[in-house]
């Protein structure tokens, strides 16, 4: 095995799905995957020991938020991320490219990098040049980590959508040139919108960029419909991306959208969701995603999930305790349904992976489709 | 051994400071011991899991919280306090009294009980007698449960203390009358203020009333300072109560308190400081209290406490780390100070048991009263 090196274990045969092992520094990544976010160095209510436990892989961890606070030169002086926020095993940073569109004022692009009011931070204006990203990245010493690029809304303009892929692909460029760290792993962005012509524009620029280790997707899941985004994801992944490199889509932790989308052959996933919407009171559950705050929980003696094996659904919580938790705000109930929540995408992702091993995805996405929660997305 | 029975295991020879053993349905508990609060049902930021690897014995939850959310009738229909909040060791509740006189309005008392408006709770009416406090207190199903009481501030009137001890055994006789759960220790709670006087009339009242398996004492830290405190709590506690029956001083949880209170005698407590000051960022530690939001901790490749072996204190977490998670508002940070906080309280106990049944607890109070962390009181 060489590190970064992805090796396709099992492909199905009635999909595009693939399942397969990623090398790194910090250990193999059985994919498909979820990755828990880790925005600001922890994920929200899980401490690793919790994280181990439930067994993931990998962490994302966000390289806007940790490069305004607490600074990745402090980062580096702790050692790096893993030894920060005590996580030995695989780490991904993103480019911060969404979070700078998403959170920062008065957003300035051009070649050299983008220049925003970082709101969030005391409304400084910074300045990040995809040199300034990899040097970050550098810093911050993920085992992954992503190009700066620019990732556009939806709906957009044609026209603003190609000129977000032209210069991310500059920007891919400067970042490929930039990146020296042989023990880290950049990935380039495929961007291009609901266009299939702009996605293959995107992806054949990093081709001929560089001989990247694997492939972020960014850009979905920002207001489209389910339809629209598979329209031209399915055949980006399915038909055109390379064969031998891990792909990631970027931000994505709908149970169904990746049910679906590790058919058309996705590898790699993260996203908030489940510690976000935990934090809002809502599980996912074999019934579809249901709000605990709802007083048809009060007197139910029942866990969370009867299908889940997570310690929050084997705890002996019952539903009526977690509506207790959540009407009264405790951050028992953030932290119990955020275990729960991201349990169960990574249970998700470890049983797709035995159903492509088996030879079976196609029957495993047509079981998904007759459950109550494929209609959640 | 019988239910409730206090076994003194060891008394110190040059202070009143006394090691036992006191039987509850669900587990023995040691004594002098610390009790964390699960006010509604819940140690803010610590499951059961986490509470029982760092050594908890007994907990705490407060009746008035519980009778008004979720009730008691659900937590009963839930199969009782242990079962509804995953907890299948020993519980106390109190009686409710301490938070209506602070959480309530428009308080109105006489003999059949207290009136008050529940603020917290949509500001309704609600009237509680003492027998509907024993009602609540029956159906919760605490293995220890606690008379009403009338609880008076700090600094008060003498004859407004006087009127309150006269009303606590008006209610400690109704409680002792109504009280019929053979598997729940009902304990009488001394009263009286910062006069010794009324203390000793307090306690000789409710020695006439019945035979309670033990004593709270109620009425202290409610802003006197510690001289003042113990110029009454050490004659009551070491010359006066009986020495066969638990000593249980409610609400106070400032380590050098404790230290000080086991050597009058006291040999339970329970108090919410180490979770609420673990929420604001602070810490005890061998250097005293410290908080974590301060910049001298921005670079602190330090654990939180080097004579700490709780699981915040060696699962690598460092205070530089620790500083950026309590800067960020970050869960993790009052979930890893919670845990320091409560170990640290449980630990100290646990040391103190030692050096009682080693016959040195003299030794221990003065080598205590030579660390940093004795001045913070």
């Known amino acids: 095995m060489h590190l970064f090196e992805y090796d396709i274990v099992a492909e199905d045969p009635t999909t595009h799905a693939r399942a397969g092992v990623l090398h790194t520094p910090h250990g193999d990544v059985p994919t498909p995957i979820f990755m828990p976010v880790g925005t600001k160095a922890t994920v929200k209510g899980l401490l690793p020991p919790t994280l181990e436990r439930i067994g993931t892989k990998i962490l994302l961890a966000n390289a806007y938020h940790l490069a305004m606070r607490p600074g990745a030169d402090l980062v580096a002086e702790m050692g790096g991320l893993h030894s920060f926020m005590c996580w030995p095993h695989p780490i991904l940073t993103d480019s911060g490219g969404f979070q700078v569109f998403s959170h920062g004022d008065f957003v300035k692009l051009d070649e050299g990098g983008v220049t925003f009011r970082a709101v969030d931070y005391g409304g400084s204006y910074v300045h990040w040049s995809p040199e300034d990203n990899m040097a970050i990245a550098q810093k911050l010493g993920a085992d992954i980590v992503m190009q700066l690029d620019q990732c556009p809304g939806y ?5 603003f959508v190609e000129r977000a892929v032209e210069l991310s692909s500059l920007w891919a460029e400067r970042c490929w040139q930039a990146h020296d760290a042989p023990d880290q792993a950049l990935f380039g962005i495929v961007q291009g919108g609901m266009h299939i012509d702009l ?9 001929e960029c560089g001989d990247f280790p694997g492939y972020g997707i960014g850009g979905y899941s920002v207001g489209e419909d389910h339809k629209t985004m598979f329209e031209t994801l399915a055949p980006l992944a399915g038909d055109y991306m390379p064969r ?3 792909r990631y889509l970027m931000g994505v932790g709908n149970p169904t959208t990746l049910v679906h989308a590790v058919a058309c052959g996705i590898d790699m996933f993260d996203c908030v969701l489940p510690t976000r919407t935990a934090r809002m009171g809502t599980a996912f559950s074999s019934e579809g995603r249901i709000n605990l705050k709802n007083a048809r929980f009060a007197h139910d003696k029942g866990s969370l999930d009867a299908h889940c094996g997570c310690p929050a659904c084997t705890g002996g919580y019952t539903r009526a305790y977690l509506h207790h938790l959540v009407k009264q705000h405790e951050m028992a109930a953030s932290i119990l349904l955020s275990i729960h929540n991201v349990s169960y995408l990574l ?5 797709a992976r035995k159903a492509i091993i088996a030879g079976s995805y196609g029957a495993f996405v047509r079981s998904w489709d007759d459950l109550p929660a494929a209609n959640d997305w």
Chains 1, 2 share one sequence.
Do not use: V
């Open 199 to 207: 996605r293959l524009r995107s992806l054949r620029h990093l081709e």
């Open 155 to 159: 709906p957009a303009e044609r026209s």
């Open 347 to 351: 249970e998700l992702m470890a049983r």
């Open 244 to 246: 031998n490199k891990p």
